[in-house]
């Protein structure tokens, strides 16, 4: 017997599309896309209402799924393609599914222009700290010393911080929680969708299969456990001292701001720019009547 939770999914599921799915046994993703069907269906929004883009990746694979209208696009480029989709259809909920190299390395600039302009896009950013699909190779978010396929010997960059980069670049919202708090992540989830601009949702998730057999972390169920364990309420995290804030992830709402949308201030340059045009045309028709008249008048009198 299906629970009503089962069922949900299953409603916004492709009938045709045959099953198991493309990931690993245990792998967050998943979760991360029955978390955001039932912040659709939480929200009572209309299937064909909603528009969900990815790029290429792990977490590109969603889409084959989910009964929307979908847009499997180029590596990077989803909130290009997105952004023209918002501009063309205003009136469509579009949501940008990425993985954190599609999102903030190959569309990294994509990612800061689009929330400096504040479109009204929901980015779900699922990070995994490692590129899954093409073999383990670091990301722009995998954490200093880590080891992967490319850095066998331990990672020496810097990661980027998704939240802080976020609101610099100028997102109205902004929140981040994980695959193990998966009430949480819809909360965020449906949050983001509601704002009116652009909204980021970072789902911290894991890689176990690459990211994990590299760094000896265990099984999915251990990389689950551990999210649990060092995933820690903002307010938690703010009242801890900087040397005990190493090792562990907040999570929350870090930021959430009214400020004028993309397509709105848009759709008001049309508008002006149609009333200048039109303007000049009156006034260009009336000039060409007094021209006429003048002419007429010097006719007649000749």
């Not at 069922?7 to 896309?33: D, E, Q, S």
């Not at 084959?64 to 501009?87: C, E, I, S």
């Amino acid at each position: 017997m299906k629970t009503r939770q089962e069922t949900t999914v299953y409603k916004y599921l492709r009938h045709r599309k045959k099953f198991p799915n493309v990931w690993c046994a245990g792998c967050g993703i998943g979760i991360v896309m029955g978390t955001l069907i039932r912040a659709i269906d939480a929200l009572g929004l209309d299937q064909d209402k909603v528009a969900i883009l990815s790029g290429i990746g792990c977490s590109g694979r969603m889409l084959v799924y989910m009964d929307f209208n979908t847009m499997h696009t180029t590596h990077g480029r989803a909130l290009a393609f997105a952004t023209g989709l918002k501009l063309a259809r205003p009136d469509l909920h579009v949501i940008v599914v990425m993985g954190d190299g599609d999102a903030l390395a190959i569309g990294g600039n994509h990612f800061i222009h689009a929330a400096r302009r504040n479109i009204d896009l929901t980015a779900i950013v699922v990070n995994n700290e490692v590129y899954g699909m093409t073999g383990g190779q670091y990301s722009p978010t995998t954490p200093l010393g880590a080891r992967t396929a490319t850095a066998p010997y331990g990672h020496i960059e810097q990661p980027f911080p998704i939240t802080e980069l976020s609101i610099a670049a100028g997102a109205a919202f902004v929140a981040r929680s994980t695959v193990y708090h998966v009430q949480e992540l819809q909360r965020f989830i449906e949050k983001a969708i509601q704002k009116k601009g652009f909204s980021v949702v970072e789902a911290v998730s894991y890689c176990h299969t690459t990211f994990g057999r590299a760094n000896s972390l265990g099984t999915a169920v251990d990389m689950m456990r551990r999210l649990k364990e060092i995933a820690i309420p903002l307010a938690a995290w703010e009242r801890l001292p900087q040397e005990e804030r190493a090792g562990k992830i907040p999570r929350g709402i870090f930021h959430d701001e009214e400020k004028p949308e993309y397509t709105d201030l848009y759709r008001d340059l049309v508008r002006r720019a149609k009333e200048v045009v039109r303007a000049q045309m009156e006034q260009k028709a009336q000039e060409q009547e007094r021209e006429r008249q003048e002419k007429e008048a010097v006719l007649h009198e000749g």
